[in-house]
Structures are given as structure tokens and as C-alpha cells.
């Protein structure tokens, strides 16, 4: 098994993106036709190796995705001395057991990824050792006071008090204190911290969620032999994990993304006569915000052939064109679709009516500021669209006129989202970068073509 030799292959084609940005445009599209699969889901991936790392004995971790945001979290892990690599088809993590990592040599370097940093400064908190973190551009503008918080007060310390964005550096504790900690803002990032933090600490450490946001990291550390409960109380619930944790390592098969899926659903949904079907995709009930609204829109959007695949539910998703019509979409659906957002309004000028898409706050602190950029590349390509303070309006005309030039920011979301609207508008959609397509879905392009997608590298 060959695991630095691994990584360097892997690293050669993720080089930095800010030197070499590559326009790309999509066109209009004849109908998007065909079965396929889309890459492992992102967040399940990046649990998957940390939890292997802080596991006793190997995971081995089926359909992880292989893009750049999870392999700087193997990277990490690798570098805290639990090495992974792949073997055949199948990734492995010798794990360390909970408590059991070492001090990396070097920086830690997360690239674009917020679920790999945030995840990681749980990790570290319980570790007596020193690390220093850091991250591309976009990464080093978001906020890491959220998680840094409660962790502070479990005994993480910061070298860098006050100071809310990398890069930091960290000092853990062999001696974190439990807390009870009431989410300040619905982030699955902000709890699944504190309760990774919470596997190394003296007791019982509680989060306490008012809105459900994603729970793999609940799913999965019971899979890996943790003790977590979720309690609802009245509105809230209390997810509680318990401490001196002792995780085994397990095998893992990682459902479809359905962040991923949502470009081809939207997609198959504006191309006249379209008709995909996207096997294996994720449904678990916190990340199919999305699906519900383009039903409610009229999609037709069928979750086929629903199972279990290793204690997530997952279908094949049919998507068939339909005639779209202008939804409210309520604040509290915004967690189990916060990252689909700048697709759902791309596609929602294709829509009759008004699209309102309410509660949004924590799409400005996302790759980019996605509720500017959205809005922004909506209005370059000729739709209406306005911003209230949290809320996103697109008024629906039936299309998009297109021939407009889309500032994606570093953002992956942004690029995709607009690449999938110029598959139906009237002038071709460009956006400025495509590279950083690479850090959840290296795939579209081919993918998206497979169906009978058309972009073309944009010549300017
Ligand atoms: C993620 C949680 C979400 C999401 C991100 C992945 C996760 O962020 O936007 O892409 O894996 O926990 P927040 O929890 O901060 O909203």
C-alpha cells in the first residue's frame, strides 16, 4: 500500500488555482439523456477519514471522494500520524484511537475546505500538541470564531487570541472539559466540533440544535462505537456524546453527493426533453432541501428504488424536464439545502413567478459571499433578481437571456450553478473560473457532457 506516493499523484493536478483561472461557457444543450452516478458525498467522505484516524486498527472507506477539499483532509490525517492511501479501489485509514494522533511536522494546508478545517479543530483540541492551520483565499476570509467559541471554552487554546480567520495556531489538551452548547448559528460544522472535541473530553458534552442540520457526524461516530444521543426537547434537540470515547475502525461506503446531483437534476429539469437518472445519491431527510422544492416547483423528480446503504438512505434520483413554477421557499428548509441555494435560484429564472428564497444568512460566509454572487450572476445574464437583508428574490421570466460573465470568487457552487443555467439560456453563460470545480465535483464537466451538456473553454 503506498500512501505519501498516493497523495503526490493526487496533489499534482491540485495545484494552486489563483495563478491560472480558466473561463469556461456553457450552451444551449440539446435534451440531457442517461443513467449515471455522481461522486461520494462530500461531508460523509471527510468524516469518514477523521473518524478512521481516531479509530483503533483500519477503515476502509468505499467511493470517498477524490477531490481537492477531502484529500487535504487524508493529507491531514496522514500528517497527524494516521496515515491514508488507497489500496485498489478502496481508501484506508490506519487509525490512531481517540487521543492517539501526534504533532504534525508542518503546517496544516485545508486549500478551500471550511468542513475540513472546522472538523479538524475539533480533533486537535483533545490532542496536547501544538498546529498550525491555514487555507487558500477564500477559506482564510471565513469566520472560525464559531467553532473556536466553544472550544475555547473546553480548554483549546488559540495563539492567536481574538484573531477570527486562518491562519491560526492551535494547542490542545489532554484535559478538555465537557460543555453544554446551544448552536448559535444552524452549522453541522459548528456541532459535529464540539462533539468530535467532545469524544476526547471527561463526560458528557451536549449540543443543542434548534434547526436540523445535517447528522452524519451523529450516524456516523455510532457506527464507530461512540455513545450519541439526540434527544428532541420541545423545539430543540440535545445531541449528546459521551466522553473518553473509544472508536473502532470500520468499513464505509459512501452514498452519491446529492449537493453534487443537484446540478444534473437542475439541469435535467430547464433542457427541453430531458430525462436523467442519477443512481446511488444520498437522501438523508437533513439534505434533500432541494428535491422537496422542485417538486413543490412541479419538477418531476422521482427518488427511485430508496435502501439503505451502510446506515444512510439513498435512491436513484429521475429527473424529467418539466414546466417550472415559482415557489416560497421557508427559512427553516435553509439547512438541508444550504450549499444548493445558488443552483435553485440560477434555475428559478427559468420558473413562471417569483421564486423567494427566505433565511439565508449563512450563505454570506459560504465559499464566497453566495448570496451577492448568485444575485450578481443572475442579474450579469439578464434575470431579475433582488436581495432583501436574508432573503433572495428571482423573478421568474421563463428563462435566461444569458451572454453574461459570472465572478465565481473561488466558489465551486457559483461556477457550477451558473455552467448549469447556461445549458437552457438564449446566449451562452461564462464564468470567469472553472478550477475551483475541482474541490467537490472534478467530474461535472464530464459528466454533465455524458448527458449531452455543452461547454466550451472560453477563448478571450
Ligand atoms: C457541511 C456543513 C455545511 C455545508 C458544508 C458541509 C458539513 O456547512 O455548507 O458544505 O459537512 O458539515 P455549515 O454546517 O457550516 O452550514
Same mark, same amino acid.
Request: proline share 4%.
Given at each position: 500500500m503506498t500512501y505519501a506516493t498516493d497523495f503526490q499523484q493526487l496533489g499534482t493536478s491540485q495545484l494552486k488555482h489563483v495563478s491560472t483561472q480558466k473561463p469556461l461557457s456553457a450552451r444551449k444543450a440539446g435534451p440531457l439523456k442517461g443513467r449515471v452516478r455522481v461522486p461520494g458525498d462530500k461531508s460523509i467522505s471527510h468524516r469518514a477519514l477523521i473518524f478512521g484516524a481516531l479509530a483503533t486498527g483500519t477503515t476502509r472507506i468505499r467511493g470517498l471522494l477524490e477531490a481537492e477539499d477531502v484529500i487535504n483532509t487524508a493529507k491531514a490525517v496522514t500528517a497527524l500520524g494516521a496515515p491514508a492511501g488507497k489500496r485498489g479501489d478502496v481508501w484506508e485509514v490506519k487509525g490512531r484511537g481517540v487521543g492517539g494522533l501526534r504533532q504534525p511536522q508542518g503546517t496544516l494546508d485545508f486549500g478551500n475546505s471550511g468542513t475540513g478545517t472546522r472538523l479538524m479543530m475539533g480533533v486537535v483540541a483533545g490532542h496536547p500538541m501544538t498546529v498550525a492551520m491555514t487555507g487558500d483565499a477564500s477559506l482564510s476570509r471565513r469566520p472560525m470564531r464559531r467553532v473556536l467559541a466553544p472550544l475555547l471554552e473546553m480548554g483549546l487554546e488559540v495563539l492567536e487570541p481574538g484573531k477570527d480567520t486562518l491562519p491560526l495556531t492551535l494547542r490542545g489538551t489532554t484535559e478538555l472539559m465537557p460543555i453544554v452548547y446551544r448552536l448559535p448559528v444552524p452549522s453541522a460544522?459548528?456541532?459535529?466540533?464540539?462533539?468530535?472535541?467532545?469524544?476526547?473530553? !471527561?463526560?458528557?458534552?451536549?449540543?443543542?440544535?434548534?434547526?436540523?442540520?445535517?447528522?452524519?457526524?451523529?450516524?456516523?461516530?455510532?457506527?464507530?462505537?461512540?455513545? +450519541?444521543?439526540?434527544? %428532541?426537547?420541545?423545539?430543540? &434537540?440535545?445531541?449528546?456524546?459521551?466522553?473518553?470515547?473509544?472508536?473502532?475502525?470500520?468499513?464505509?461506503?459512501?452514498?452519491?453527493?446529492?449537493?453534487?446531483?443537484?446540478?444534473?437534476?437542475?439541469?435535467?429539469?430547464?433542457?427541453?426533453?430531458?430525462?436523467?437518472?442519477?443512481?446511488?445519491?444520498?437522501?438523508?431527510? &437533513?439534505?434533500? $432541501?432541494?428535491?422537496?422544492?422542485?417538486?413543490?416547483?412541479?419538477?418531476?423528480?422521482?427518488?427511485?428504488?430508496?435502501?439503505?446503504?451502510?446506515?444512510?438512505? +439513498?435512491?436513484?434520483?429521475?429527473?424529467?424536464?418539466?414546466?417550472?413554477? $415559482?415557489?416560497?421557499?421557508?427559512? %427553516?428548509?435553509?439547512?438541508? =439545502?444550504?450549499?444548493?441555494?445558488? +443552483?435553485?435560484?440560477?434555475?428559478?429564472?427559468?420558473?413562471?413567478?417569483?421564486?423567494?428564497?427566505? $433565511?439565508?444568512?449563512?450563505?454570506?460566509?459560504?465559499?464566497?459571499?453566495?448570496?451577492?454572487?448568485?444575485?450578481?450572476?443572475? %442579474?450579469?445574464?439578464?434575470?431579475?433578481?433582488?436581495?432583501?437583508?436574508?432573503?433572495?428574490?428571482?423573478?421568474?421570466?421563463?428563462?435566461?437571456?444569458?451572454?453574461?460573465?459570472? !465572478?465565481?470568487?473561488?466558489?465551486?457552487?457559483?461556477?457550477? !450553478?451558473?455552467? &448549469?443555467?447556461?445549458?437552457?439560456?438564449?446566449?451562452?453563460?461564462?464564468?470567469?473560473?472553472?478550477? =475551483?470545480?475541482?474541490?467537490?465535483?472534478?467530474?461535472?464537466?464530464?459528466? =454533465?457532457?455524458?448527458?449531452? %451538456?455543452?461547454?466550451?473553454?472560453?477563448?478571450?
Open positions: 460544522q459548528v456541532k459535529s466540533a464540539v462533539l468530535i472535541a467532545g469524544l476526547h473530553a !471527561a463526560g458528557k458534552t451536549t449540543v443543542i440544535e434548534r434547526e436540523a442540520t445535517r447528522d452524519h457526524t451523529e450516524r456516523m461516530l455510532r457506527h464507530f462505537g461512540a455513545t +450519541v444521543v439526540a434527544e %428532541a426537547k420541545g423545539e430543540e &434537540t440535545h445531541i449528546s456524546v459521551d466522553g473518553d470515547a473509544e472508536l473502532s475502525g470500520k468499513d464505509i461506503v459512501v452514498p452519491g453527493d446529492p449537493s453534487s446531483a443537484a446540478f444534473l437534476a437542475a439541469a435535467a429539469l430547464i433542457v427541453p426533453d430531458s430525462d436523467v437518472t442519477i443512481e446511488g445519491v444520498l437522501i438523508n431527510p &437533513t439534505r434533500t $432541501g432541494l428535491y422537496a422544492t422542485l417538486q413543490e416547483m412541479g419538477g418531476d423528480v422521482v427518488f427511485e428504488n430508496v435502501r439503505d446503504e451502510g446506515g444512510e438512505p +439513498v435512491a436513484d434520483i429521475r429527473v424529467r424536464a418539466s414546466r417550472l413554477k $415559482g415557489v416560497r421557499v421557508p427559512a %427553516a428548509r435553509a439547512p438541508s =439545502m444550504i450549499d444548493e441555494y445558488p +443552483v435553485l435560484a440560477a434555475i428559478s429564472a427559468f420558473a413562471e413567478g417569483q421564486t423567494r428564497m427566505d $433565511g439565508l444568512a449563512e450563505l454570506k460566509v459560504k465559499e464566497s459571499d453566495r448570496l451577492q454572487a448568485t444575485a450578481a450572476g443572475l %442579474a450579469a445574464n439578464g434575470a431579475t433578481v433582488r436581495v432583501e437583508a436574508d432573503t433572495l428574490i428571482v423573478e421568474g421570466a421563463g428563462g435566461l437571456k444569458g451572454a453574461g460573465i459570472v !465572478a465565481t470568487h473561488l466558489d465551486h457552487r457559483i461556477a457550477m !450553478a451558473f455552467l &448549469t443555467a447556461g445549458l437552457a439560456s438564449d446566449a451562452p453563460v461564462i464564468v470567469d473560473d472553472s478550477t =475551483m470545480i475541482a474541490t467537490s465535483f472534478p467530474e461535472f464537466r464530464p459528466i =454533465m457532457e455524458r448527458l449531452g %451538456a455543452r461547454f466550451e473553454e472560453d477563448q478571450r
